[in-house]
């Protein structure tokens, strides 16, 4: 167990500890306020409040089973952040697709998911879409990758669709392997190539597809992973 788990641990049993625990992790409290909120967040904000909040429910909820505390306290924060902003624009008539998704998805099947996504503007669903489209966007910028990276390495055939779904299915079910991806952003080649028995070269080749596929299907994007949810079948097409 590493020394932060232990401490978060015992900040839920030491009321006193807890204060010094949450001082000491303000900096990543505004860091991941800052991500989750897709701009820079100052302590006179809500978003601060929601995050500050948000963290000292992860303390109180966190469980060792749940793998490393601070990914688990970034997941909370953003969650809280993500419904907080839900509620701000329930009754936002934005645009859905940004301009850098109108300009990427250009063709082939990012043309036909961007016309399905476009199709839910008339159900009520389109701030919540968008908004989980701009925080998975900033997820995958802490990647180094755009949404032009997936249009490049999204599979075409069913084959190799197949085996990027298995692999995002083994990452979205070894939660320590996740965390993993998370604290290095790399994917585990070696692991997965070993453990699943599947081809290096189209891990390799759609890695950045496979890593945004394990972040929306373990995430919290529930609109988004609709677009994927063959990759929860045993058999993808």
Request: with cysteine; glycine share 4%; charged share 30%.
């Amino acid at each position: 167990m590493r020394m932060i788990d232990k401490n978060a641990l015992r900040a839920q049993r030491d009321g006193q500890y807890l204060e010094a625990f949450i001082r000491e992790f303000e900096l990543f409290i505004l860091q991941t306020a800052n991500k989750g909120s897709g701009r820079y967040i100052t302590k006179q904000d809500d978003q601060w409040s929601i995050a500050l909040s948000a963290f000292h429910e992860a303390v109180n909820s966190y469980d060792i089973n749940k793998g490393a505390f601070l990914p688990f306290a970034e997941t909370v924060i953003r969650r809280r952040l993500y419904d907080y902003a839900r509620k701000e624009k329930r009754h936002d008539c934005e645009v859905l697709i940004d301009s850098y998704t109108v300009e990427h998805d250009l063709e082939d099947e990012s043309a036909s998911v961007k016309l399905e996504v476009m199709s839910k503007t008339s159900t009520g669903r389109e701030p919540d879409a968008r908004l989980e489209i701009q925080a998975l966007s900033a997820t995958l910028a802490e990647y180094g990758i755009s949404f032009m990276d997936l249009t490049e390495a999204s599979p075409k055939a069913a084959k190799t669709k197949a085996v990027c779904a298995k692999a995002v299915r083994y990452l979205a079910w070894n939660p320590a392997l996740l965390d993993e991806m998370r604290r290095t952003k790399t994917l585990p080649l070696k692991i997965i190539e070993k453990n699943e028995n599947l081809p290096r070269k189209v891990l390799e080749r759609h890695r950045k597809y496979i890593i945004a596929g394990a972040e929306i299907i373990s995430g919290d994007y529930p609109i988004l992973s609709e677009y994927l949810s063959f990759m929860r079948e045993e058999d993808p097409a």
